[in-house]
């Protein structure tokens, strides 16, 4: 959003100690003398600049166009009703928020397109929608298509300003800067050690009995390492045998095995405790989706809304039931790829009759996928 100021403005006459200038307001002319401090400095945003005072009656006026330029605005002068206008063009960038991550979706969505995007910035996980208004360039500044965006580039995003309360938040992409295409991986990890300059992981295969590398990736400081919704993981808590999505390179050596930059790790599986159950931060997430879908069934659950339980489970053990198409379709991509998903269970005054109520969602992306089968 714009801001506009109208002001009645001094127009001073600068190298003059004493000086003479004629201000309108109110339908009134009214000639004043000021004195020009040249030993008074105006200071912006901590950075001096050459704008000299006019005091007036003891209150200190510059010139405006001058001092316009200085605060960021642009100037525009009504001769007809007599009005300098100032225009804040730097408002509506700075109620935009900024991000910068990799995008892990991009689907047509009525129109626009709706793109996942995970990792840093005040929401490192968050959902975006580019129409014909969003501003989508490269770095040399070319225009790129909205279509032509894709899962594994890095980009830096202003979007805003309004965004929903949802989880994850969603806005509107008013700039997308395309910085590089990421080569992408998912696999589980080989290996995985603390180096001089970071951490390294490996992938591989077995070949007659032995674990053979096919791909190094070296993390340093700008690596990310973060679950599907954008909660940090710790390095110390990575090894053999967890399930990751790796955004690298996309250059690699050509050394045995080869080796890569890694960017952005999102940590797929083995981040429950030992009791099977998530943490307490996620878990809490969960029940805040999983109340939106059952609030309507208060009067019958007895479970307080943040003591519900809440697990990992397998999709192929699952007893959920999704209801529309899309839900459906997801499911069985979960099942295919031997994916979890999160189950929110709640006590009810029917349980004995039918069950307890279950709400279940899709472990990566928190989508709703449907409820588990009652008796």
């Not at 689907?107 to 501003?135: C, H, M, P």
């Not at 800067?177 to 001089?196: F, N, P």
Request: hydrophobic letters at 40%; glycine letters at 8%; zero cysteines.
């Amino acid at each position: 959003m714009t801001h506009k100021k109208k002001l009645i403005v001094l127009l001073t006459t600068a190298g003059l100690l004493g000086t003479s200038a004629v201000v309108g307001a109110a339908g009134m002319v009214e000639k004043v003398t000021g004195i020009l401090h040249k030993d008074v400095k105006v200071v912006v945003n901590g950075e001096s600049t050459s704008l000299t005072p006019v005091y007036i009656n003891g209150q200190a006026y510059i010139p405006v166009r001058s001092a316009a330029a200085e605060l960021g605005y642009t100037l525009n002068y009504d001769a007809k009703n007599k009005e300098i206008e100032l225009n804040g063009k730097g408002q509506e960038e700075a109620d935009y928020m900024r991000g910068t991550g990799v995008i892990v979706n991009v689907a047509e969505d009525k129109g626009q397109y709706r793109i996942e995007l995970l990792g840093k910035g005040s929401n490192a996980w968050v959902i975006l929608f580019a129409d014909a208004k969003t501003v989508i360039k490269d770095q040399a500044g070319k225009t790129v298509a909205a279509k032509d965006l894709k899962a594994g580039q890095q980009i830096n995003v202003e979007y805003g300003p309004v965004m929903t309360m949802s989880f994850p938040g969603q806005s509107h992409a008013a700039k997308i800067t395309v910085e590089a295409d990421r080569a992408v991986k998912e696999d589980v990890i080989q290996s995985v050690k603390h180096t001089d300059d970071g951490w390294q992981i490996q992938f591989g295969e077995t070949k007659d009995g032995k674990a053979v590398p096919t791909l190094t990736l070296n993390a340093g400081k700008e690596t990310s390492v973060l679950t599907p919704q954008g909660e940090s993981v710790k390095w110390e808590d990575l090894k053999a045998g967890t399930k990751v999505r790796a955004y690298y390179g996309p250059f690699e050596t050509k050394s045995l095995p080869p080796q890569s930059p890694l960017f952005y790790l999102v940590v797929l599986s083995d981040i429950q405790t030992p009791a099977g159950k998530m943490t307490p931060e996620a878990a809490q997430q969960y029940r805040d989706l999983a109340w939106e879908k059952v609030s309507d069934q208060a009067k019958h659950i007895k479970t307080k809304k943040d003591e519900a339980v809440v697990e990992i489970v397998s999709a192929k053990e699952s007893g959920v039931m999704a209801s529309s198409d899309e839900q459906k379709k997801r499911l069985a991509e979960i099942k295919a790829a031997n994916g979890n998903l999160v189950t929110v269970t709640y006590n009810t005054d029917q349980d004995e009759l039918i069950g307890p109520l279950t709400a279940v969602f899709d472990f990566e992306t928190k989508a709703f996928i449907g409820y588990n089968i009652r008796k």
